[in-house]
């Protein structure tokens, strides 16, 4: 076959052009990121194709092969001969191999000489249909997926250690463990809550030092003192139950509530005897990254893991948090994001629980304290300026008392936009048809000041108007930030259909509020609403989580299998923990 390739070669027009040279087996004949000089036809021997990622220490060997016959980054010089560009891989020789060289000054003369020209393509198209024209860089970025990444692996085996060091610790020490480490974030609250405005560009100092204290002391005094694993329980109709410790957990964190949220799933971890791996949304690293060690200088004092929580040093990088969610010894999943993160998430392999969007309808009824609730509504959509996703986002108010409720909320500090301004913020602030990112996490008197919306009082909180009918309008999406829509009803059961039909467009499976007295009123609402927590007279930042009512205190909101979750509780550190259960014969 050789002897075939070089005769025609050399005996036709395309001579002039050809370069020959020889590579023994392990040579380079290119280097992935050498900028695009030429293309080879091999005469003789195999190359195979090698791709690696610098940034995160891999590489991996293509499935990707070119024999004799085949023009070996024919692809670049055809696609990039106007531009200097780069190779996309190394090719390496698999044994001893000697090819022809084009020059892409050469190939350049080539275009111009028609014998030679009609030559190469009738060889490149024989190239073609040995399936070596496809997309070199999508053959080589999907070489990497299953490639392993150095420091993922080193992460999660210390991991494994530290998690297996720690289930020979007593209860007391576990819960002396929680208990520091809770107060010694509290008392860098000031200064994390500062980092994390500065760093995300959201929300509130002096409210995240409030989520920061209720996230550290009062999550903590839920766990301290309460059944962990390896004890056995007390017969109960014959069964007795032993709780053991999943193992590795690798836990995503949002930007909403970076440092209370890694605090909250490590202290669900440690009580647990799980160890944590924890990835910070890429506007909450460093702060992750500083609560993170803040956590183990706690750990380290005691004598304690320091690998009982880890947070990549690595880039943000879907690639690496793949990696994580897929590595074989990381156990379960706690992801907290946005969709596309739990989706991910779940489709791992690797078990999980994972919460998403909410949304939550606010009806106001005409039987409920309509100035309390007025009162609710702003103080909690206004807090930290609106990220808590279980906050309030679409008020339905019945209509015998929308213009009372609308007094109300005014005196508070909403500003009920007129229909000028309304469509100002559309153009504005919703330009893509949801609340521009942006405006994510600022608050209501910064939005409004841009727009030029102007009241003789602080605003605190924006209301835009929306018709009952309108079901596409992009206010009725969920809105990271202090904007609520209202909508106003005649009858319970369009107040009822309103709600429904919000949620099926965005929110499934989170939180709906109701403001009313009426309790057969309360559980219609309750029956009608597809999620998984209804909060009575209540405010939606506070009640979502636990923080005012009776549902478990919890930085993770199951949305159930409607908002795509496997569950739908306010996850606490009983969720990372396996059951097991002694049966006896009745």
Not at 342 to 361: D, E, F, W
Not at 397 to 416: L, N, P, R, W, Y
Request: proline residues 3%.
């Amino acid at each position: 076959m050789s002897n075939i390739i070089t005769s025609n070669l050399n005996t036709s027009e395309f001579a002039q052009y050809l370069e020959e040279k020889k590579y023994p087996a392990g040579k380079n004949l290119f280097n992935q990121s050498d900028i695009i000089d030429g293309c080879h036809i091999i005469v003789k021997g195999t190359v195979h194709g090698v791709v690696r990622d610098d940034e995160l220490g891999r590489q991996a060997k293509m499935n990707l092969n070119f024999h004799e016959g085949d023009v070996l980054g024919m692809t670049d010089l055809l696609v990039n001969s106007d531009g200097i560009t780069t190779r996309n891989f190394s090719a390496v020789a698999t044994c001893e191999v000697t090819s022809f060289f084009i020059s892409k000054q050469a190939f350049q003369q080539v275009q111009q000489d028609q014998k030679a020209s009609a030559f190469f393509f009738k060889l490149a198209l024989k190239s073609a249909s040995n399936s070596t024209f496809n997309s070199h860089k999508s053959i080589a970025e999907d070489s990497l997926l299953d490639s392993a990444i150095p420091e993922v692996d080193f992460m999660v085996a210390n991991s494994v250690l530290a998690q297996q060091k720690i289930q020979s610790f007593s209860e007391s020490f576990i819960d002396e463990l929680i208990n520091h480490v809770a107060l010694e974030i509290n008392q860098h609250a000031d200064e994390l809550a500062e980092q994390t405005v500065l760093e995300s560009n959201m929300g509130v100092k002096a409210h995240k030092v409030l989520k920061i204290g209720l996230g550290s002391i009062e999550i903590a005094k839920t766990l301290v003192g309460k059944t962990g694993v390896g004890s056995m329980s007390e017969p109960d109709k014959g069964v007795r139950t032993i709780y053991t410790p999943m193992g590795v957990v690798f836990g995503m964190i949002p930007i909403t509530n970076p440092v209370e949220t890694i605090l909250f799933k490590f202290l669900s971890a440690l009580k647990s005897r799980n160890a944590i791996i924890v990835s910070s949304h890429r506007k909450g690293r460093d702060v992750g990254l500083k609560t993170v060690s803040i956590i183990q200088s706690v750990l380290k004092k005691h004598g304690a893991p320091v690998n009982l929580i880890q947070a990549p040093q690595l880039p943000a990088n879907r690639a690496v948090t793949n990696a994580f969610m897929s590595h074989i010894d990381v156990n379960f999943i706690l992801a907290t994001g946005g969709p596309s993160m739990v989706k991910s998430a779940y489709q791992s392999g690797t078990p999980a629980i994972g919460v998403g969007k909410g949304n939550a309808p606010v009806w106001i009824c005409q039987d409920s304290d309509l100035k309390q609730a007025a009162q609710d509504v702003i103080n909690s959509k206004s807090f930290d300026n609106g990220i808590v996703c279980g906050s309030e986002n679409n008020l339905i108010v019945d209509s015998a008392v929308k213009d009372e409720f609308v007094e109300h909320a005014q005196s508070f500090g909403a500003a009920v936009l007129s229909d000028e301004e309304l469509q100002i913020l559309i153009d504005q602030a919703f330009s893509s048809g949801r609340l521009d990112a942006h405006w994510v996490g600022r608050s209501a008197a910064d939005i409004c000041e841009h727009l030029n919306i102007r009241r003789d009082y602080e605003i605190k909180l924006i209301i835009a108007k929306v018709d009952s009918g309108q079901l596409d309008s992009p206010f009725l999406k969920e809105k990271l930030a202090p904007v609520l829509s209202l909508s106003v009803v005649d009858s319970d059961q369009q107040a009822l259909n309103l709600a429904k039909q919000i949620l099926q467009g965005e929110g499934s499976g989170h939180t709906a509020i109701i403001h009313s007295q009426d309790d057969q009123l309360i559980k219609r609402y309750g029956q009608a609403v597809d999620v998984s927590r209804i909060l009575v007279n209540t405010p939606g930042t506070q009640g979502c989580i636990g923080a005012a009512n009776g549902l478990q205190l919890s930085w993770t909101l199951g949305c159930g299998t409607q908002g795509g979750g496997s569950t739908s509780d306010n996850v606490t550190y009983k969720h990372l923990m396996n059951t097991k259960r002694i049966a006896y014969s009745l």
